[in-house]
């Protein structure tokens, strides 16, 4: 059973950093693709960094390329998402997925994990 269970929850201030993990224990070859989505209130899931781990490619929107960046720690296995130069537009629950096809609509990933609240303020 594949178990996604994110960490790093917290507070920061504008410009500030914060580092999410998501163990990924369970993942089979076929979930191959890592996923981190963020939501706010009323508002869909948007994607914000995902990782291929067949081939070990990650990407980010082009939006956050300058701020955001996602690795795969596979001695820890777990996902990362680096987040640097925060704004308070960054404030909101960052989700960890896993699923078999690339996408980036929430939709398409089958496993979740259950959040990490980030805020940030000015």
């Known amino acids: 059973q594949v178990l996604l269970v994110e960490s790093g929850a917290g507070s920061a201030q504008t410009r500030g950093s914060l580092r999410l993990s998501c163990p990924t224990s369970?993942?089979?070859?076929?979930?191959?693709?890592l996923v981190w989505f963020r939501q706010t209130p009323g508002k869909e899931r948007n994607w914000v960094a995902r990782?291929?781990?067949?081939?070990?490619?990650?990407a980010v929107p082009d939006s956050l390329e300058e701020r955001f960046a996602v690795s795969r720690d596979k001695a820890k296995n777990t996902l990362d998402l680096q987040m640097n130069s925060l704004k308070v537009e960054d404030t909101a629950m960052y989700y960890c997925?896993?699923?078999?096809?690339?996408?980036?609509?929430?939709?398409?990933?089958?496993?979740w994990g259950r959040g990490t609240q980030v805020t940030v303020s000015s």
């Open positions: 990782y291929n781990v067949k081939f070990d490619i990650p």
């Open positions: 369970g993942i089979t070859k076929d979930s191959q693709y």
């Open positions: 997925a896993a699923g078999t096809k690339i996408s980036t609509r929430a939709g398409d990933y089958e496993y």
